[in-house]
């Protein structure tokens, strides 16, 4: 049955003015994207505990804490780098073969990679498992964000995107309190074994993927787009019909995701220190020490998310009213002085834990209107291919990011004092994106090309 045989059916509209099968459609992109970070990010979440077990070395130790920190960083810029493949490669395939086919294959592919990291027996075992599902996680993106753009009434796909990323502070929301109960409750005597089952939970969204496969069908644009027009090409994306929107993208997508991963990467660690500097002043040690641990990481991620939230929800009024080239400006702006603020000013470790909040709403924020900003800059033939190239292409720039905090806190006598330092300087990152302003084009009141 075609999409519009039941618009038919059903013509009495909902919130937002749309149907019941525009709202599936959402919320199928919506799981795949929320599943897809929270699989993304839960090595970040246990790295103080897997990393130390997979090099035999004492969990808590300086040497411990130090290869954790270079470890994260080479990992994840290794999963940047296939995120961005995974992107490329499946934005064209989802202009190929279809939007909800690709959402189905990389749900897939992703759930399956992170569960294998529960079985690594060492560090050079966990790297291929999470390529694997870095491929997965980079194509997700570009097939659901399509789908939603194509899918939705025109006057309404500004909120569905921001709607649509919600699904990201969620999916971290997840990752948190998986990771703090496994960890933190049901194997908070055995921290060596504990990260493995968080692993293992990343294979619940392969379920989810069945149920997307069996509801959501391909959009009638794509159907009619795949069958007049030519097969689209990497190439084409830089001809002189397309270079102009192709850069404006790839600026945008580069500085906001070396911001947020240089960020984010690090935010268990930044908050383990904290919890070992209050954990000192206070007179704390052995297992309540390690609780607080796991309490300031989850204070940490809650503010992180909660800004994330709310700063992507208020990328629909600030790109309604005042349009998308002023929405980046702020939001950039706003980034750049929140995380100079985090880590160079004098705080005490719990306003410290609390200062992620502005960090998420800027940083975590931006991020709300790639959902819909990309999508509008490419006609329908070439969305997939478009979107999912200059989203992903900038990870492999980005994942010099993570890799350069990582290796140069590393080595510092003392690794979290370092850490801070480093992440001080990436608040210089949104700054210069300012410059690149001129390169930006703007879509407000532009209407979805075929």
Known sequence: MQEASIAEMTPRKTFLDMNGYQ??????????????VFDGLLFNYVAPNCVPTLLGLQIGSNAAKAATLAWTGVLTSLLLVGWAVGGILFGRVADRIGRTRTLLLTMGLYALGTALCAAAPNIWWLIPCRIIASLGIGGEWAAGAAMVAEVVPEKRRI??????????PLG????????FYLQGVVFKTDPG???RYVFLSGLVPAAFALIVRSAVREPERWKDAAEKAPRPTIAELFSPEYRSITISGLCMALVALITWWSCNAFLPIIATGLAQVQAKAQGIAGLAAQQLGEEFKKIATNSFNLGGLLGTLLTVPASKVFGRKPMFILYFLVSGLSILATFGLDLDPTTRLYMWFLIGLSVFGVFGAFTYYLPELFPTRLRGTGAGFTYNSGRIVAAIGPFVVGSIA??????????????FWVGVVP???LF??????????RALAD
């Open 410 to 423: 590393s080595r510092g006598a003392d690794a979290f004092k370092s850490s801070l330092a480093v992440l």
């Open 23 to 36: 709202w599936t459609v959402l919320f199928a992109a919506w799981i795949g994207w929320g599943f897809d």
């Open 436 to 445: 690149l302003m001129p390169w930006v084009i703007e879509t407000k009141g």
């Open 431 to 433: 700054l210069l994106g």
């Open 172 to 179: 971290l929301f997840l990752a948190t309190y998986v990771t």
């Open 193 to 195: 074994v504990a990260w």
């Open 159 to 168: 909120e569905a995107g921001a709607l649509l990323y919600t699904s990201a």
